[in-house]
């Protein structure tokens, strides 16, 4: 049913995920984006950004996706990051955020999965009847928040030991290479 993605196809997509997400931060930043409907916005404006980006490199593959893939995309950044603060703000969040590095990470990798795999359920939908095994996709935004997580997590720590040390550019640039 489907023919597997180009390497071309897969750098198109890993450099407008990572710019969309930069753009994010961003706005989150000057948003400062830390009460719940901030952060509802902050996160509506990135399913909507990466969600027509996405939308739009599939539709070279995948004719009359961008509208679906766009609101599957925001569907999911919202249960995303609703999951993702929620966790951040619970009590347990508090405790891991506040532990050993190790396990700051390796709450970081449980709650990117559940992050990712939210993420991931909407697209699915849309990937239904367009390609073999449409539940993969859940499995790799999973793998991939689980991953991402802990690395940003990792990413903020290390420039934030090296602040004075290192020019601003150099965290930009980790987090930008994390992305």
């Not at 890993?14 to 994010?24: D, G, I, N, Q, R």
């Not at 950004?49 to 004719?63: E, K, S, Y």
């Not at 050993?100 to 795999?117: E, M, N, R, S, T």
């Amino acid at each position: 049913m489907t023919r597997e993605p180009s390497w071309p196809f897969v750098v198109r997509w890993a450099v407008a995920y990572a710019a969309t997400e930069c753009v994010v931060v961003v706005v989150a930043s000057l948003t400062l984006a830390t009460t719940w409907p901030w952060v509802v916005l902050v996160a509506a404006i990135e399913g909507a950004l990466l969600g027509l980006v996405q939308g739009r490199l599939l539709h070279d593959l995948r004719p009359h996706i961008v509208r679906d893939w766009t609101l599957a995309t925001i569907a999911g950044v919202l249960l995303g990051r609703a999951i993702e603060f929620a966790g951040d703000g619970s009590p347990l969040g508090g405790t891991i955020l506040s532990g050993p590095l190790a396990l700051q990470i390796a709450g970081g990798a449980a709650l990117g999965a559940l992050v990712g795999a939210a993420a991931g359920s909407f697209q699915s939908l849309i990937l239904r009847g367009r390609i073999d095994r449409p539940g993969r996709w859940v499995v790799v935004c999973a793998l991939a928040w689980a991953v991402g997580l802990p690395s940003l997590l990792l990413a903020g720590f290390a420039t934030g030991q090296l602040s004075g040390a290192v020019p601003v550019w150099h965290a930009v640039v980790a987090i930008l290479t994390v992305f």
